[in-house]
């Protein structure tokens, strides 16, 4: 049945908030045995019918222990889906600093390619790799360098994977979402709550589970179909910078 992840076994990074969260639960509802990485493990756990496993993608030793760990419980993988990721500040490139290059970089970019290389030899024929990245990997906004820089790193690394996988029965896909609401801008503000939910206000957002449907699309479509990319936005974006507010 198309839609039925029935003996697929998939790895979710990020699986303790937001898309990640909801993609590991419909990895799971549809069938999938599934194992969830993230920092903050206990959320994962609390998601039910997905192992959880303790993950700092920007931390080798803890990838490696990660993915030897779901190699154990799982025995191989058919699904990564490299989720975990965050952007920090909105302010001009002036005002940026070592520790935030380091930690936006590290995570979104060292860290989805550290992951999928140590995943790479356990992945079975038949397996499917997807990165989430974003319309910041698109098109660039003001005041957005390093997440921008990182989500087109994203995207040009899933270019040139596909391009040393061809041949191989590997399928690979990004995600391209605009604006989700999450935990992402909580993250983003660096826990200012007040202008996070600004970020939301006057439009309908998109919410995780409407990304997880596009993964969940990717995944299941047949064998021999590999969507490249999903490019999805609220219907009131119409670019990275552009959003259409309703007034109040
Ligand atoms: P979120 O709710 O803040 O979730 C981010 C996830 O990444 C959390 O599970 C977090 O887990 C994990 N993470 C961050 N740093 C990590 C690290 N060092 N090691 C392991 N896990 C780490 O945000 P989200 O919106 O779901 O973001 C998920 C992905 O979608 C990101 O790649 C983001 O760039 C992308 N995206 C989001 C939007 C949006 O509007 N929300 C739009 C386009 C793309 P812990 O903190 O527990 O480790």
């Not at 979710?12 to 639960?25: D, E, H, L, W, Y």
């Not at 989430?132 to 360098?145: C, D, F, T």
């Not at 990004?174 to 939301?200: H, M, N, W």
Request: hydrophobic share 45%; charged share 25%; aromatic share 4%.
């Amino acid at each position: 049945m198309r839609g039925d992840l029935s003996g697929r076994r998939a790895v979710v990074t990020g699986a303790s908030s937001g898309i990640g969260a909801a993609t590991a639960r419909a990895l799971a509802a549809a069938g999938a045995t599934v194992v969830g990485g993230a920092r903050r493990v206990e959320r994962v756990r609390d998601l039910g019918k997905v192992a959880a496993l303790e993950l700092d993608v920007t931390n080798p030793a803890s990838c490696e222990a990660f993915v030897e760990a779901a190699r154990e419980h799982l025995g191989g993988f058919d699904v990564l889906v490299n989720a975990a990721g965050l952007g920090l500040g909105r302010e001009p490139f002036d005002a940026s600093s070592e520790v935030d290059e380091r930690t936006v970089l590290e995570t979104n970019v060292n860290g989805l390619i550290r992951l999928t290389r140590l995943c790479l030899p356990h992945l079975a024929d038949g397996a499917h790799i997807v990165n989430l990245g974003s319309v910041a990997g698109r098109q660039a906004y003001p005041n957005g360098a390093l997440y921008v820089t990182s989500k087109f790193a994203v995207r040009g690394f899933t270019y040139a994977l596909r391009e040393d996988l061809l041949g191989r029965p590997i399928r690979i896909t990004t995600v391209d979402p605009g604006l989700v609401e999450t935990e992402f801008s909580l993250v983003r503000f660096r826990g200012d709550s007040a202008k996070a939910q600004a970020v939301y206000e006057g439009l309908t957002p998109m919410r995780p589970d409407d990304i997880a449907e596009c993964v969940l699309f990717a995944l299941t479509r047949p064998p021999h179909v590999n969507v490249d990319e999903i490019v999805v936005k609220a219907l009131a974006q119409s670019s990275g910078a552009r959003i259409h507010r309703d007034s109040a």
